[in-house]
């Protein structure tokens, strides 16, 4: 697969990453251990060297199954993973950096490496001066036990506060042809700054697949079923989105999912999108994305149409979306 750097960190990554949480975390069923490995092992073969991960995502389960999936292959493979909830309180926030040391040691343990290639901040924590958080970054990268510092999720004042402290390699925000709030301000921003963004979702939770419509079943432990976008009303009314991407694939001998993450790749060079799946059929459909060109004219029909659909449905129900972009 090509390659792309994450902005000017000099941090280079497969086109397409892998989003893990899935695989031990949020969507359920929670999908056989085993197989999970194998999957894991069979995006290296085909040329994923970007995971991501979380303490969160388990908790612990999805590190501990990264470490034991990639060990035989570490030197090969960039691992990201995410600090910042209080796990014994979740989804309570504690980014303090007593605690931020002590996680990154157990982090270390879980994935059974002695250094993360990139660590971000899972959500900004109003309690802690985010200059206290990149400096405590800082320390860990002058240890080696860190190599790049990535925030998720943060505001443009966030952004440039942390990245005078400590370069920020990366932002992982959530990113799609439904969910552009990052286009108007950030994306400028991390343009300037040489920060390469991380779109997580990149296929609207499995919605811009095509795959799914009003009358698909949600578990009621599945993250989904709890999203206002996901009700039944929101699915049918969004379809029209769908409906894009199917028609642009039609015309590109590709699928809406592949569409989708070639939209994404068009629109910069340093945009990495990170498609989670459980499946080898979608992580082959995913990696194909890479080799669909999409054209200036492409681009401006895509954009053109998706300008006349208004998408229904929060992002997330109120209380969470409070902890979002502070």
């Not at 994450?6 to 359920?28: D, E, K, Q, T």
């Not at 501990?64 to 995410?82: F, N, Y």
Request: charge should be neutral; proline fraction near 6%; charged fraction near 25%.
């Amino acid at each position: 697969m090509k390659e792309r750097m994450l902005g000017r960190s000099g941090l280079a990554v497969s086109a397409l990453g892998l989003g893990c949480m899935g695989m031990s975390y949020a969507y359920h069923p929670i999908p056989d251990r085993r197989e999970m490995l194998t999957l894991l092992r069979a995006a290296v073969d085909r040329g994923v060297t970007f995971f991501d991960t979380a303490e969160a995502y388990g908790p612990f389960a999805n590190e501990e199954l990264l470490g034991e999936a990639l060990a035989p292959v570490r030197d090969r493979v960039v691992i990201a993973t995410k600090f910042g909830f209080n796990i014994e309180a979740f989804p309570g926030l504690d980014s303090r950096p007593a605690r931020i040391r002590s996680v990154v040691d157990a982090m270390l343990q879980r994935l059974g490496t002695d250094y993360i290639d990139l660590l971000y901040q899972h959500r900004v924590d109003p309690a802690v001066p985010i200059e206290e958080v990149a400096g405590t970054v800082k320390d860990l990268i002058a240890a080696g036990k860190v190599r790049h510092f990535g925030l998720s999720e943060a505001g443009v004042a966030i952004i440039r506060r942390a990245h005078a402290v400590q370069q920020v390699t990366a932002l992982q925000s959530e990113y799609s042809l439904w969910q552009r709030e990052v286009e108007a301000e950030i994306l400028p921003v991390l343009e300037e700054l040489g920060i390469g963004l991380v779109p997580f979702s990149p296929l609207g939770r499995g919605y811009l697949t095509g795959k799914f419509d009003e009358t698909t079943p949600l578990a009621a432990d599945d993250f989904r079923a709890g999203l206002p976008r996901f009700t039944p009303e929101a699915r049918k009314a969004n379809s029209a989105l769908v409906e894009l991407l199917g028609g642009t694939a039609t015309r590109k001998h590709a699928t809406a999912a592949q569409i989708a993450l070639a939209w994404l790749l068009a629109r910069k060079p340093w945009i990495v999108p990170i498609p989670g799946t459980t499946r080898l059929a979608r992580l082959e459909e995913n990696i194909a994305a890479a080799e669909v060109a999409l054209t200036t004219e492409d681009l401006r029909e895509i954009d053109a149409a998706a300008a006349r659909i208004t998408v229904t449905g929060a992002r997330y129900p109120e209380a969470l979306q409070a902890a979002v972009n502070r």
